[in-house]
Nanobody, 124 residues
């Protein structure tokens, strides 16, 4: 079992930056590939970024490539999402997710554990 708690969301103007954090507790963090997903009102939850268990491999949705960066700190059981050049379309609840012995998948059904989410609102 892994517990995930996101933080760092908030209100930011278009063009600004935010850094989301996800703190994990429970089982060995390095056993889990980690992902960030988001869900806007009235829309499906969608993939944003993923990182492998070692942190050596990352993947991004086309809509955030070049603006967002996912990273992890296995020593401190945390994963981060640095979001730059934010747009109004980035407004959503952002969720972190853990995939036991995974590789960093894009499919949300692959993930075993989810946090409660943190709201990101980008004003234009």
């Amino acid at each position: 079992q892994v517990q995930l708690i996101e933080s760092g969301g908030g209100l930011v103007q278009a063009g600004g930056s935010l850094r989301l954090s996800c703190a994990a507790s429970g089982r060995t963090f390095s056993w889990y590939a980690m992902g960030w997903f988001r869900q806007a009102p009235g829309k499906e939850r969608e993939f944003v970024a993923a990182i492998s268990r070692s942190g050596g491999s990352t993947d991004y949705a086309d809509s955030v490539k070049g603006r967002f960066t996912i990273s992890r700190d296995n020593a401190n059981n945390a994963v981060y999402l640095q979001m730059n050049r934010l747009k109004s379309d980035d407004t959503a609840v952002y969720y972190c997710a853990a995939d036991y012995l995974g590789t960093g998948a894009t499919l949300k059904s692959t993930y075993d554990y989810w946090g409660q989410g943190t709201q990101v609102t980008v004003s234009s």
